[in-house]
């Protein structure tokens, strides 16, 4: 079993999205701040978290908190994007095989969700690429 979130870190760390084909389930489910409905799948959950590395990613961002226990974790990150602070949270759930089947993301303060919507907007308006 992979060990899920070693494996985010990398991912995250080294801004590599290779290694998503092999941490998401087929059936993941992705909770936006700024979508309303979940996103069903690995193919649109891929789409939304190579989306959100390329805003989020920049050199502010880090994980400040940690939290991990029985298939689920809680890690807190703090990143500054064109002036706003963003606070957010991504929580993770993974099976038995260590692929994650859901992967929410809150943010706040209210700045903060609606820079993030403009910025993710732009990103997947362009095809994420």
Known sequence: ???PIALWHHIVAHRDPGPLAELLADDVVFHSPVVHTPQVGKRI???YLIAAMKVLGNETFRYVR???EDGQAV???RVEIEGVEINGVDLLTWNAEGRLTEFKVMVRP???IQK???KMAERLS???G
Do not use: K, P, S, W
């Open 126 to 128: 362009a095809g994420a």
């Open 1 to 3: 079993m992979t060990d």
């Open 66 to 68: 940690e939290i991990v």
């Open 116 to 118: 993030l919507h403009e």
């Open 110 to 112: 209210l700045q903060a």
């Open 75 to 77: 890690l807190e990150f």
């Open 45 to 47: 959950t891929r789409l």
